[in-house]
């Protein structure tokens, strides 16, 4: 089993609309969540931190299922500059810090 | 441009020969990582500095490769003997570690070399 899994997708979605990336990892340990963006051959950027009690930045929603080892992403509204892969991001325990990306989920979104 | 940088941003070479990237980060920033990322996943640790140690190294970090950070501010990373299977996307982060941060510090990369092993 992957220690962070994610559906490739891709999603291809009408602008306006509203979608959801699921992610789930293996470790119950792991201490930290992140969702991180990534454009087409570019380098990823973090989108946010993600919280036990769910955190919201403008039309992005992030939640944090402990029990299910289950990390979601919600964006609203969607925009044609949100189009890019989004990196599920887990800090597995051990020390450094070091990350565990999923392998990510492409969205498009269409006219 | 106070993000971290990363030299060169492509390299194509031949298998067998060695090639060497650097990673400057941010400043003042004292943890310093080395990710691999292939077509298609995401990126894959390979190590990572606090200052100047290396405290930690990736199973997939061969003998062929080594990284240091002599004065805990630039890294290179060294790929000695390139293979085919070397081609990707190697990443650099940096991080700001202490108590205030706890376990949410925050990782930016810089945008990467693209190797390409012919």
């Known amino acids: 089993r992957k220690e962070v899994e994610q559906d490739p997708g891709p999603f291809n979605v009408p602008e306006g609309a509203t979608v959801a990336f699921n992610c789930t990892y293996s470790n119950s340990a792991s201490q930290s969540f992140f969702w991180y963006r990534q454009d087409c051959r570019k380098e990823p950027k973090l989108l946010m931190s993600?919280?036990?009690s769910g955190n919201e930045d403008g039309r992005f929603t992030a939640q944090l299922n402990r029990a299910s080892q289950y990390i979601s992403l919600l964006i609203r509204d969607s925009k044609l500059s949100d189009s890019a892969t989004y990196l599920c991001v887990v800090n597995m325990p051990g020390g450094g810090n070091k990350l565990t990306f999923g392998t990510g989920t492409q969205l498009k979104v269409e006219l | 441009d106070t993000g971290v940088s990363q030299n060169p941003r492509h390299k194509i070479t031949k298998r067998g020969q060695n090639v060497t990237f650097r990673c400057d980060p941010i400043s003042e920033h004292n943890r310093l990582y080395w990710y691999r990322q292939t077509l298609g996943q995401g990126p894959e640790f390979l190590t990572y500095f606090q200052n100047e140690a290396q405290l930690e190294k990736s199973r997939l970090l061969s003998d062929r490769f080594s990284a240091e950070r002599p004065k805990g501010s630039f890294s290179t990373l060294e790929i000695q003997r390139t293979e085919q299977g070397d081609s990707a996307m190697y990443l650099c982060?940096?991080?700001?570690?202490?108590?205030?941060?706890?376990?949410?510090?925050?990782?930016?990369f810089g945008p990467g070399t693209r190797l390409l092993v012919l």
């Open positions: 993600v919280y036990s």
């Open positions: 982060a940096s991080s700001l570690a202490g108590r205030a941060s706890g376990n949410q510090e925050t990782q930016y």
